[in-house]
Every structure is written in structure tokens, then in C-alpha cells.
């Protein structure tokens, strides 16, 4: 049973565009809530991470947007650039507010066209 | 560099053989995390230490694997009679302990098993 489903898949976006990345969550317990950048060969590297007591976090270009009610969240990347292009994965965890046991999506490949 | 590091970085082994990985952590970080990440998808859970007690054991640790972090510094990862099924990313990460905390992952090491 999947836990986080996260979507899309794969995209593509133009530089400078906006590009928009969803993830959904079951378990009402998870209360942590990162997204990670992975390169090839790489290990992934925190981005940005949110917790339920605020609907939005931005740093940078980089904006989580969280919906409690909905159990979703969502990365927006503004201003994308080629450099940004790597996978993405969003992730939720439930050990009040820490980083223990994360879940993970599936990823998404993000791929900017200069 | 004061990220996590992962020993080593790439290990091919014949089906049935021992393996041994380690990691070692952030300095400061009491918590220690192994995840498996196989190609196409998340990183999936295995194991984390607080200190030198291993704290919780995902259902995907079979017997054959096993998790040591002796002084509650470094850790090792070792799986036995290896199967091909095990060929994959083995992550390791790091956080503090407590609720504002972030996990932070090492390279990782790709196990094939031939």
C-alpha cells in the first residue's frame, strides 16, 4: 500500500517556467512533510520541508503549498531553470514533527528545455 | 566535508556472498537511518538508530540483513547469502533527535549482485 502518491511522473517545463509537482497522503498521523532533489548517482538532498501548522513555505524559488484538509501538498519551482533538472521526491513522516521512518513518493522526472 | 559518508561507493559481489557497508554520519547527529532505493523509485525504509539502540526495523529487513551501530558513532549494513533481488542504492541519512529536525543522506552505495 502506497502511502504518498506523488504526480507527475515526468515533465517537462521551459526555462523560466513554473513547474508544479503533487503529492497525496493516507495517513492522517504524518505531520512532516520534505521534498528532496536527487541527481543520477547521487544521493538525495533535502530542498524544502513543511510541517501542518502553515498552509505555505517558500525559499527562494522554491514554494510548498500544503492542503490539510485534502491531505496534499505540492513543490512549485518558479523561474525553472536546466540546472533544476533532476528528480524529485516528496515524503511524509509521522514521528511528531521529526525525521524518523520517512515514506517516500515515487519521484518525478523534471526535465527543464533551455 | 561534514556531510554523511558512505563506505564504499559502488560494490559488485556474486549471489551468496557476504557484503558490508558503512556510513558514517554528521557528527552531532544522534540518529541514523538506512534506506534501500532501487532504480525507478523512492527510497524505501530499512532501519534507524537513536545513539547506539536500534530503534525500529522495517519489514523489508529480512534475516539476512543486519544493522550494527556499536558506539553510537558509525554504522555498518550487512547483508548475507546476497540474492539478486538485492541489488539496488543503500542510503544512509542523519538528523538530530527531536521535533525541528531534518534528515540529511549520503551518497549511498550501489550494490549489484552478479
Sequence with gaps: ?114 | DTGVSQDPRHKITKRGQNVTFRCDPISEHNRLYWYRQTLGQGPEFLTYFQNEAQLEKSRLLSDRFSAERPKGSFSTLEIQRTEQGDSAMYLCASSLMGMNTEAFFGQGTRLTVV
Design chain 1, 1 to 114: 500500500q502506497q502511502q504518498v502518491k506523488q504526480s507527475p511522473q515526468s515533465l517537462i517545463v521551459q526555462k523560466g517556467g513554473i513547474s508544479i509537482i503533487n503529492c497525496a497522503y493516507e495517513n492522517t498521523a504524518f505531520d512532516y512533510f520534505p521534498w528532496y532533489q536527487q541527481f543520477p548517482g547521487k544521493g538525495p538532498a533535502l530542498l524544502i520541508a513543511i510541517r501542518p501548522d502553515v498552509s505555505e513555505k517558500k525559499e527562494g524559488r522554491f514554494t510548498i503549498s500544503f492542503n490539510k484538509s485534502a491531505k496534499q501538498f505540492s513543490l512549485h519551482i518558479m523561474d525553472s531553470q536546466p540546472g533544476d533538472s533532476a528528480t524529485y521526491f516528496c515524503a511524509a513522516s509521522g514521528s511528531r514533527g521529526g525525521a524518523d521512518g520517512l515514506t517516500f513518493g515515487k519521484g518525478t522526472h523534471l526535465i527543464i528545455q533551455p
